[in-house]
């Protein structure tokens, strides 16, 4: 059973402590954030996950793609859209992608074993590497205001021109050696999203992907269930140790052939759930929608959390999943 993590991983920025990242610095070319890029892939790593993240270390899930898109502005913890959205010219996470492969490389020789999570409908053997995270269309439109070109019933087009930004930014991430793609759409449970908008922007990221295409929708999930089991993914990730109500909602469903990323450990509290409990709802899972058809992950991403209860929680996470072979 294959496990992974959601995204983000605790993070700081590090001060140059030698001579040579201080005259790095002062040419401009030090990155204060690769030391917490390479804590959080060594700790994923060491902690035994299958598919890890670069840790998303540079910023909030708005804030990484805000800052870089042409149309849009971030400042002062807010984001905007001030002019037409607009792809990017480079990448904006492939860079941090291929960092993170090579320092999981660097520690287990061979960690990328697979670039494709999902053979047929069968999970492949072994695999382990990084996956590609985008951060939705719809959150991204939602969460910023509108200000300058979009009017507020422009909303819909905005976020189809968004997905024509992150379809090119999947595809980077897909050359940049991902092991699959996973879009960010937490609006998506709120009730204030139009789903057949969103639908229509994840087939539009999806197009000309060779390797699978995750979406991850947190939150109790009862009102919009049904209509996000339509959409055009592979993966389905939501969260059940913190929203036990969700697990219900998988009773007599057919899934139509798609996996479910099963949120096992909360992400909302340090308090680390020990082996046993994680063990305990990831069983209650497999009786539901069984072993073959599940990925073990984190509700959400840990941003939130301290480093040691994020790498416990990890563990624990992991162990819990070998107790089932």
């Not at 807010?78 to 320092?103: H, R």
């Not at 050696?177 to 999806?206: C, H, N, R, W």
């Amino acid at each position: 059973m294959l496990t992974t993590v959601v995204g983000s991983f605790p993070a700081n920025k590090h001060p140059p402590s030698s001579w040579g990242q201080k005259i790095s610095e002062f040419l401009g070319s030090y990155d204060p954030y690769y030391r917490a890029l390479e804590i959080a892939v060594q700790n994923q790593v060491k902690a035994g996950v299958n598919v890890i993240s670069d840790g998303q270390v540079r910023g909030s899930m708005v804030e990484l793609f805000a800052r870089s898109i042409p149309g849009m502005e971030y400042a002062d913890g807010t984001s905007s859209i001030t002019g037409k959205i607009l792809p990017v010219n480079n990448s904006i996470g492939a860079s941090d992608l291929k960092k993170a492969l090579n320092i999981a490389n660097s520690i287990e020789p061979g960690f990328k074993k697979s670039a494709n999570v999902i053979i047929g409908n069968e999970f492949a053997k072994e695999v382990y590497g990084v996956k590609g995270i985008i951060t939705g269309p719809t959150t991204m439109v939602l969460s910023s205001r509108m200000e300058g070109f979009y009017r507020q019933e422009d909303r819909s087009q905005a976020i189809i021109d968004m997905a024509r930004v992150m379809k090119k930014e999947a595809q980077d991430l897909q050359n940049a050696g991902a092991a699959y793609i996973q879009v960010d759409e937490p609006f998506l449970s709120t009730g204030i999203a139009d789903l057949k908008t969103a639908s229509q922007a994840m087939k539009i990221v999806g197009e000309e992907l060779r390797i699978p295409l995750a979406m991850h929708v947190c939150g109790e999930l009862s009102n919009v269930f049904f209509e996000i089991l339509k959409f055009p993914v592979d993966i389905l990730d939501f969260e059940f140790a913190g929203n036990h109500t969700n697990l219900s909602l998988l009773e007599n469903v057919d899934l139509g052939g798609k996996k479910i990323g099963f949120g096992c450990i909360d992400t909302k509290t340090v308090k680390v759930e020990s082996v046993e409990e994680i063990h305990k709802l990831i069983n209650k899972g497999m009786d539901i929608v069984g072993k073959e058809k599940m990925i073990i992950d984190p509700d959400c991403g840990m941003r939130m959390l301290n480093q040691e209860s994020a790498i416990q929680k990890l563990k624990n996470m992991t162990e819990a999943v070998k107790w089932l072979s």
